[in-house]
């Protein structure tokens, strides 16, 4: 059979889909992708992996024993259904917790990540059919930055402001003299975009820059957290130690008379309690540089230097997503933003600050002014919600009160939790404490092309579609691409897509034609298109074509962005005229809102406070060594753990960690080796690479690893393939966001001599056969 290309997108980028009898046998990157990210090489290979879901699938004690708390989540066996018994099965479920305890108690937890396409949005879906239903408690914020967007809006208004519509990096790469990298660039981040990218200009930007001469500053325990062809200047801090180098650069500012008092009294409120608090006025500690050394081990003469540079030129401040993934993650973006109002450059080109580069690929580049089609989820009755990390916290503790952001809430009883794409054994900390909340609700539902460890802790798992498998539209607000991403191959097995499985629930439910409005996918895809087009026509943008034209073309350029942007420009040049979003209507150095709600975890300016678990702690001296789980550089989360990319990069099957030469000869490790890491909390095996691009008394695990219990009956059993959520800690950020705090942890690591076990996390897990099921009798 002759080979065929179909043009289709991901998150992590366009490409195009060889297909030869009926199967993907290669991808292609987009031809006019500049930097083609290398997850692309995980499709191929995973579309018809052992690891699917084939059937639809019942848990057998579910099925024997009825809804119910079951600590046996995880580990029985999974018995085939047909497609019709399991709506049945699921209808009925359905509607017995919605007519007994209503959407309060039902967890719609899907998060946003399972495909790029914005129909078949498994999120979106899910919450547009429960909706249908009466409703749903719902998960606000993100594991990603879920700190940095509940203090933003204090401290300068709107977060979506300065995350889309940041200073672009064609501003940068012209403008910016200094760039301060707290947490650094990775560019391994910025191939992922939500809702995919047709191109990937992170690189040559970052070259350009430097050829101009752009200096690069990169504050990190981790080297290659830039790459090494801007010539950075290395400052090795300790991890969790961020904030004390932030402040003693503040202070140095203050010391030498080098802030721009002008701007602060213009553009902010605050300024003169934070100054009391940097000279020590609060506390009889002034936040010096030797203080500062102390904390992070970065010299004085190094801070002092770098803070006169900042003051001598234009200078942008990033602070990555990682640095608020800790304890008290809400102060470092804050800091961030008060040295850039501190030198008074915010509102210039290539000055100020910035949260977000090197963390997704759209941040800094040209907003679409009318973001792509997407499909509308109907309004939600239910009021109740949690900060998506503190999902383990609600199902351990309902009618637990709690404090959020000024607000003291209560955690609801949950009795179905609802997983349509996404799989928190990624996301969330502390694995074992997580298995014990999946074991309190009645009834857990999965939708997921794959065995994931979500699904295997499903009561029931339907096998869904992946996106080269279905028609659906691709699009991103900062990318000028649409992607017409139609079906390359047939659904494996018995898969369907998200909006057949919930067409038909809905009909089972009696709430049919309020869910489909009478439109099949293809329908669907027509009438989103066709409005958002009428859409952008109407607010003066260019005229596309109509839809047939469209999906046959495969894309379409839409030339209606907004280049060069310099962010707060508008309100630089006149406050008054363009006030920002928070209450005095100027960037809130001190928030009197904040230091209202009374937080000792978040007072009300930036503060340093010491993490529980960081190597200046008095648990370092039973685990010596940081970890860092931070995101993989060769797959988006967990997704694709199965294809070749990621499975390249595995040491004898297990996640590499990275430790220092000296850490590892220490111990007796060697690259190649496996090795236990370990905590009070729990073990996981990884394999070693030994490298002096982390800093002495660090080591580097990246979450995504297909969580892998040597014991599947025991919450707290070692993960053999090397997931570090089994070590990291649940707790929030603080009373303020209740953010993720899971990025940094403390271990021991010690060389594994015993028989390695072997890695069964892609294998389906077991299944019984039972006619009487499998025929929907």
Not at 102 to 116: K, L, N, R
Not at 314 to 335: C, D, F, K, M
Not at 647 to 673: C, Y
Request: one cysteine or more.
């Amino acid at each position: 059979m002759a080979l065929e290309r179909r043009l289709h997108t991901s998150h992590w980028g366009c490409f195009e889909a060889e297909i030869q009898d009926g199967a993907v046998v290669a991808v292609h990157p987009f031809r006019h992708d500049p930097d083609p990210s290398p997850l692309l090489d995980n499709i191929p290979g995973s579309l018809r992996h052992r690891a699917r879901v084939t059937r639809p699938m019942v848990r057998a004690g579910w099925l024997d024993r009825g809804p119910g708390p079951d600590a046996r989540r995880g580990a029985e066996p999974f018995v085939p259904v047909s497609w019709a018994k399991a709506i049945e099965l699921l209808a009925r479920e359905l509607a017995r917790v919605y007519r007994e305890h209503g959407g309060e108690a039902v967890y719609g937890g899907s998060y946003g990540w399972a495909s790029a396409g914005r129909f078949h949005h498994a999120q979106s879906q899910l919450h547009r059919f429960l909706n249908c239903l009466g409703g749903f408690v719902r998960g606000e914020h993100t594991y990603s930055n879920g700190a940095l967007t509940v203090i933003m809006p204090h401290v300068v208004g709107s977060v979506r402001t300065y995350l889309d519509r940041a200073t672009a990096w064609s501003v940068i790469e012209r403008h910016t003299e200094l760039f301060v990298c707290v947490g650094g660039i990775p560019l391994k981040n910025t191939m992922v975009s939500p809702g995919g990218a047709s191109r990937h200009p992170a690189r040559d930007h970052l070259r350009a820059a430097r050829a101009r001469g752009t200096e690069f500053v990169l504050l990190s325990p981790i080297r290659d957290d830039l790459p090494d062809f801007v010539g950075a200047e290395w400052l090795p801090v300790v991890p969790g130690s961020d904030v004390a180098v932030l402040l003693a650069l503040a202070y140095t500012l203050v010391d030498e008379g080098l802030h721009d008092r002008a701007f602060l009294a213009r553009c902010c409120v605050g300024f003169e309690r934070f100054e009391a608090y940097l000279l020590g006025v609060e506390d009889g500690c002034p936040k010096t540089p030797e203080w500062a050394e102390r904390l992070s081990g970065i010299a004085p003469a190094t801070i002092r230097a770098l803070a006169r540079r900042m003051a001598a030129r234009r200078t942008l401040i990033n602070v990555n997503y990682s640095l608020q993934r800790i304890e008290h993650g809400e102060q470092a973006p804050w800091l961030g933003v008060t040295l850039a109002a501190m030198l008074g450059q915010i509102g210039l080109p290539g000055g100020g600050f910035g949260q977000g580069y090197g963390s997704l690929g759209y941040v800094g580049r040209a907003p679409l002014r009318l973001g792509p089609p997407a499909l509308p989820q109907g309004a939600n009755p239910v009021r109740a919600f949690i900060p998506f990390a503190r999902v383990a916290d609600m199902l351990l503790h309902p009618g637990e009160a709690f404090d959020f952001d000024g607000q003291r809430l209560v955690y609801p009883g949950i009795r179905l939790v609802y997983w349509s794409g996404g799989n928190p054994f990624h996301h969330h900390q502390h694995i074992g404490r997580l298995r014990r909340a999946l074991a309190r609700p009645d009834t857990i539902v999965v939708h997921d092309p794959f065995w994931t460890p979500m699904a295997r802790h499903a009561d029931v798992v339907l096998p869904a579609t992946m996106t080269l498998e279905r028609d659906d539209i691709g699009g991103s607000p900062n990318d000028s691409c649409l992607i017409a991403m139609r079906r390359a191959v047939a659904p494996h097995g018995e898969a369907r897509n998200e909006y057949a499985i919930f067409s038909d629930l809905a009909a089972a439910l009696g709430v049919g034609a309020r869910f489909t409005e009478g439109r099949d996918d293809m329908a669907w895809l027509r009438h989103l298109y066709e409005g958002w087009r009428a859409s952008l026509a109407d607010r003066g943008g260019p005229a596309l074509p109509p839809f047939d034209e469209f999906w046959a073309a495969g894309s379409v350029e839409v030339p209606d962005l907004e280049s060069d942007l310099v962010l707060f420009d508008a309100f630089r040049a006149d406050p008054e005229r363009a006030p920002l979003g928070t209450p005095s209507g100027r960037i809130e150095i001190f928030s009197a809102t904040i230091d209202k709600f009374g937080y000792d975890d978040c007072p009300g300016h930036p503060t340093w406070m010491p993490p529980t678990e960081w190597l200046g702690s008095p648990l370092a001296a039973r685990y010596p060594l940081h970890l860092i789980a931070n995101n993989p550089t060769t797959r988006l989360h967990s997704q694709l753990d199965v294809g070749a990319f990621s499975q390249a990069a595995k040491v004898q099957g297990r996640e590499p960690i990275r430790l220092h030469p000296t850490d590892a000869a220490a111990r007796g490790i060697r690259s190649g080796d496996v090795v236990r890491v370990f905590n009070d909390r729990g073990s996981c095996l990884a394999g070693a690479v030994v490298s002096d691009t982390v800093r002495p008394g660090v080591v580097q695990l990246s979450t995504g690893a297909w969580y892998d219990p040597l014991d599947p009956t025991d919450p707290d059993s070692m993960c053999v393939h090397g997931n570090p959520n089994v070590l990291t800690f649940d707790r929030g950020t603080s009373r303020l966001a209740q953010a993720c705090s899971g990025q940094h942890c403390l271990v021991e690591v010690e060389r594994w001599t015993a028989p390695l076990p072997p890695i069964r996390a892609y294998d389906p897990p077991a299944i019984v056969s039972r006619p009487d099921a499998a025929t929907g009798s």
